[in-house]
Structure formats: structure tokens, C-alpha cells
């Protein structure tokens, strides 16, 4: 969150840049009360703040004047923005009239627990939900419930109020302690570990404390609520690198699709790569366990669904949703799973990151509209989540002292370009080859447009045929040895999507094609048969032998 309010900021202050650690925290049985406590006191007040800006931001566009001046067209930029900082003054909606607006709020009781400054880091952050719904980002703003609660916290420096302060004590063991109010919450930090120490002898700009669940009270370092503490602590400067992850030179293209990428460097080998395909089991065990609460919540609420099952609109005055106990019980199976989920995510996404810098640094690949493939391909999107990807291998290569260029697709169109002839030839999602004519290919085709993109000039992206014959003839042998690869890896039973145009492991393929595979309907009878991964694909499938990637169905 903090590095999103340093984006928003006029650019006339200085950034400095910042990383994290974190730590946790050990709090016993009273301090998880207290700390508890004034983070309810943290949510209430959060929750005034969203309901008071939001009625400034409703009268403000009930104005007649925040109407004429979304009339003023675009082009008059200054008029238009001077319309609407007008608008905005008189209103009191700007993150200033929201520190005031805090000063007001904070009062007698509200102030034991929040110190002046949490309270305006909390106006901030309301105003910022509020403004990305003015702004037409968001559509509401999510108040904070009393069961779910307000999970951090933070301040804005680190000598008054919330701090973390780090000790000498006796034998010259240095400890770290987050101070608030009378609390002192102690950190465990691992001084062996370089990151930390590294960390820790950099200048703090200020802390945040979060609050996480466990899986249950028995959980390691959970309270008797089942909740971990941590801390946050902002620093300044460069994040520290590991001996092992030394960058390298060379220029990288990149292909990234919804369940996989391919690695295209001009120098080093070419890698063609399922994304966090190693989640996808955990990702079937959170689905079985989501199924698993609808007939739970169905058993326990019938008057809710119609005769044909469907769940009922829900009426005025209706009562309410129960949720038995084993409901209960999935949910929260269900939630540390997720959590157990995305930390593997960001593993799995972290090894990638740093394969990829270890080659170069310099970076090329396609704008991506994450937009358009969450409607396209939720499931998978939901699953490997390409974006974090994107920001994670941008912060890495930042860090590094590299770039990552991002080209916009409209104007580069490098899966439909071809660089032999210069013809642009769209190709329908099934076509994994890319095979022109004028005699290049077959080619793997994200392979190739991930060559394209090493190649590609990122301040001028339109790709030219004069620019990709020299290195051409040294790429080709190297795709093929990507693919040859991947279908290696997939014959020996990694899962591949079907993107990457490697027909299903060779053990499980039909002994000869023109018989007919009764396997699909025995193998998975509940399931809808060629939907699912692991289903047999019909002899068809197979035509063009070892080529073919003519399935009628893009299946991700
Ligand atoms: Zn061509």
C-alpha cells in the first residue's frame, strides 16, 4: 500500500526507494488482547471515515457542477482539471480534508488507542478506496466487518507512536521489539541470515504491523484467537541480493501466456515452461472443498433455493444464511489452503523470477491485458496469476539495475507477425505452430514470438524483417531444442497445458489410431468427458502426428 501512495504523489518530492522484511512477532496472551483491541478501535474508525467520505463523495457528484464538468471534453485538459479540483475543494474530498476529517473523528476514546498519526495513515487509506471509486476504478468501497476485522496497520516514521526500535542487550545480543502504547511486541530475527541482517542495518522508515490467521490456535506462533502476528518494517534503499542470484547481460524475450511462458534469450538457451504447474493439485483441492461447502450451505439453508435448486433472490425481511459448524470448519480448511496456495505461488514465481534475471537483464515482452484474460481464462489466470509474475520480474530486474520493457501488443502483433515475409496473419488460439509460406517454421508459436520480442527495439516496437535474418539462423536450432525439451518432460509426465502444442505423455496415447478410446467415459465417469486434463484426447487429435495441435478446443 505504501508504495502506491508514493506513486500518486506529485512527483516534485523525492522517492526513495524502499523495501520490505518482515518479521514476526511473539505476543503473549494479554498483548494479543490489547494489540487486538486497538486494532478493532483501528476498524471502527477506518469504517466512519469510509462512511463520512463516502457521503462528501455523494454529494459531490450529486452536484450539477460535477455534471458540466464531465461534460468538458478531454481534449480541454487544464479547464477540466481545474472543474473538478474546484469540485473536489468545495467538497472536502482530497487526502488533506480527510487528515482534518480525522482530527474530528479521532475523539476522547477512539484517541487511547490511535495515535494521531495511524489516524491519518487510516484517513489516507480511506480516501484512496473513495478515490478509486470517484475516479471510476472501483465501483464500491468495502467497509470493514467485525468477523473479518482491520489486518493492518501502519505509521508514517518510525520514532513516535508504532515503532520498531532494536536493542543491545546483555552478552551483545541485539533484539527487536515493535513498541505500542505500553506493548512491547518482540521480533524473532535471524541474525544468520543475511537478508535480515542486511535488512536490519538499513535505515526504517516506518512499520506496519499485520495480522494474519492461522490455520488454528495450535498453529505455530498463533494466540489463543488463532492469529500470528507480524511486522512489516519499510526501509530504505536496495533490497539485498544473495550471492547465488547474480544477474546476467544478455537480452530476454519473453512470452508470457495464461498457464505458460516461453524464454527466448538472444545468447543462452530457449526455454519453453508450464506456469506453477506444481499447483495445480492443491488448486483441485481447494475446488473439492468449495464444493463441499455449497452442499453445506444448501443442506442448511433449503428455504433459500427454489424448487429447481436455484438460490432465491434475496427479499427484504428473508432470514438469514446459517452456516452449521462443519461449514464453518470447510471454510476455514478452505482459507488456509488458499493462503498455504499463494505462498507457493510466490515461490514458484520467485525461482522463475531469478532464472530469468540470472540470464539478463534486459527484458522484452508484450503488454499484456490482464483485464481480458480474467474473462477470458479465470480458472487458469486465478491459478498462475501472470501479473504478480510481470511485477515481481519487474521489481527483481529494477533492482538489478536492468529494465523490462513492456511493448504494447496492438502495434507490435508479434503472434501474427512473420518476419520472413512481414506479413501480419492472425492465428485462431488453436494453431500452436506458426508455419508461413515463405518457409519459416514450423515453429512453436510463443517460442517464436518470444524470439521476436528479444530481438525487437523496445523504443521503436514494429517489427522488421531486415532485423531478425541474421539471428534467425542461430534461434531456430535453439526453439526447436526448447520444444524438443518440453515434449521430453511431458513424455516423462509433467503436466503441459495444451498451449504449448505438445500432444498428451506418450504412455497414455491410443495403441493405434483409428480405434476407437472407450477410456475417457471409464477413466473419469463423473467428469464431462475431453474437458478435463488427463482425459485422452481423440485419435483425431493426433492427425499430423508429432505437429498437430488441430484440437478443436483451446483448453486451458
Ligand atoms: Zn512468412
Redesign the pocket.
Known sequence: MGNKHTEERKPSKTKTPTFLLELPLVADAGQAARVGGHLEVGRQFYNAMLSAGQRRLRRMRADPAWQEARAIPRTHKQERRAAFSALRERYGFSEYAFHELAKELRVSWLAEHLDAVLAQTLASRAYHALNRVCVGMAKRVRFKSKSRGLDSIENKRNDTGMRFVLQTQDKGCRQGYLLWHDDQLRALIDWDDPVVSYSLSQRIKYARLVRRRASSPRAQGADSEGERYVVQLVLTGLPHHKPKHTAGTDTVGLDLGPTSIAIVPREAEARLEPLCAELRPDARAIRRLQRKMERQRRAANPEHYDERGRAKKRAKGAPRWKQSRGYQASRRRKATKERRLAAHRKSLHGQLVHQIVAVGHKIVTEKISYRGWQKRYGKSVGRCAPGMLIDHLRRTVASTGGTLHEVPTRSTKLSQY??????F?KKPLWQRWHQ?????GPVQRDLYSAFLAAYLDPADPIPSCARYVVPWEGAEARLRAAHERATQRAKEGQVVPRSMGIPRAGARLPQSPSEPTPEPVVLAPSRPAGNVEGTLRTPRDYAGGVFSAQSPRHHL
Open positions: 512473420c518476419h520472413g515475409c512481414g506479413r496473419v508461413c509460406p515463405c518457409g519459416i
